[in-house]
């Protein structure tokens, strides 16, 4: 049996994740891939509970960071692993990098503890691809604001975004051949020309 592959998609809040996951659903199952679409914090039972306090109740930053893990453990061992080893592709409306982007480039946890807890959580184990939609934080702000109410993350300042940007880009500086970063400010159909180039080559 052929292993499948792991793709996540990150970006900031209003980068355009949901409109280009929808695409890459497509993309890859018309071309017959047996494909789990997830997400994160979620993909579970547990997750998903979890997800709703993340999402809406105040914690201290190093509580978020775990339970931001505690998600992503159960949901790894729990769906992603055995996907991949039944030969199912798995694509993740984010996964790690966000911890790194968020927990560490908006909240400030030092780079040093999260690498310590992402080695005791994960092991190794990571995406076989990692497309970053990337925008300016200020481009993502007017995007949320035409949408829905912000959640407890996305009523977060201007100031948090621009962190958050310099993280997953530091991030992709330090993994250039596993996170594809996307000029996610231009026309839907232009960078879809892009994320199918990337699909396609996998
Ligand atoms: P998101 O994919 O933006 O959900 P939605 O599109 O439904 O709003 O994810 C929810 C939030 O969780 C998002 O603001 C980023 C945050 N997050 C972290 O801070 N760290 C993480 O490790 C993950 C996975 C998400």
């Known amino acids: 049996m052929m292993?499948?592959?792991f793709?996540?998609?990150?970006?900031l809040d209003g980068a355009g994740k949901s409109t280009h996951l929808a695409f890459i659903e497509g993309r890859l199952r018309g071309r017959g891939v047996d494909l789990l679409t997830t997400r994160e914090p979620g993909g579970t039972p547990l997750g998903e509970a979890l997800r709703g306090l993340l999402l809406s109740r105040g914690m201290v930053a190093d509580t978020e960071l775990l339970l931001m893990y505690a998600?992503?453990?159960e949901h790894v061992q729990s769906v992603i692993e055995p996907a991949l080893a039944a030969g199912r592709w798995v694509l993740s409306?984010?996964?790690?990098?966000?911890s790194y982007a968020y927990q560490c480039g908006g909240r400030g946890i030092t780079r040093a503890r999260l690498a310590a807890l992402e080695e005791w959580a994960l092991q190794g184990f990571a995406p076989d691809l990692t497309l970053l939609l990337d925008v300016p934080a200020e481009l993502a702000a007017e995007r949320r604001a035409q949408a829905r109410a912000a959640d407890r993350f996305e009523a977060e300042d201007l100031e948090f975004f621009r962190r958050v940007r310099d993280a997953?880009?530091?991030?992709?500086?330090?993994?250039?051949?596993r996170i594809r970063v996307i000029d996610a400010t231009r026309a839907p159909a232009e960078i879809q020309t892009d994320v199918a180039r990337l699909l396609d080559s996998l």
Do not use: M, T
């Open 168 to 177: 997953y880009l530091e991030r992709a500086g330090l993994n250039p051949q």
């Open 93 to 98: 409306d984010r996964f790690h990098d966000a």
């Open 71 to 73: 998600a992503r453990v």
């Open 3 to 5: 292993r499948g592959r």
């Open 7 to 11: 793709i996540s998609l990150e970006g």
